[in-house]
């Protein structure tokens, strides 16, 4: 192979993985903007609204009730939302007892006023209108 073809070849391979790299930075962009959002209804205590804007998954495993009966008896005693810091992502095409797709595991370091120190799990997924919604929320505390 001829040095200049060496060059072409190396220069395809780096913008093939800058165009992987950017691909993912979108998809953590749009995963972390619906999980902010959708956490912002939840926070205001606005759980019907939340049901209504999870994914379609999310909608299939738990009805609307069933949602805000857990929120009410795990959320509202923890109190008002003091601080919530990213903690990590993960982007996943498998997740136990999901089907397989597009999901973002995001994790935020978490206190409230009545319930001290939480991880807070929401999982964004590429729903299939292609916009990115929450199909999981998971809260615990942070034992130490």
Do not use: C
């Not at 192979?1 to 780096?14: A, D, R, T, Y």
């Not at 759980?47 to 009410?72: N, P």
């Amino acid at each position: 192979m001829k040095p200049f073809s060496k060059v072409i070849g190396l220069l395809l391979v780096v913008l093939t993985f800058v165009g992987i790299t950017a691909a993912a930075d979108d998809n953590l962009n749009a995963a972390t903007d619906a999980a902010q959002k959708w956490l912002a209804l939840v926070d205001a205590g606005s759980y019907g609204e939340s049901w209504d804007q999870a994914s379609s998954l999310f909608k299939e495993k738990l009805t609307m009730e069933q949602w805000q009966q857990a929120l009410t008896q795990v959320r509202t005693p923890l109190g008002k939302l003091e601080s919530r810091q990213f903690k990590a992502a993960q982007y996943k095409t498998e997740l136990p007892q999901a089907p397989p797709g597009k999901y973002m595991v995001l994790q935020y370091r978490t206190k409230f006023a009545n319930g001290g120190l939480m991880i807070e799990t929401i999982t964004p997924m590429l729903d299939k209108d292609g916009t990115w919604r929450v199909s999981g929320y998971y809260i615990k505390p942070i034992t130490n």
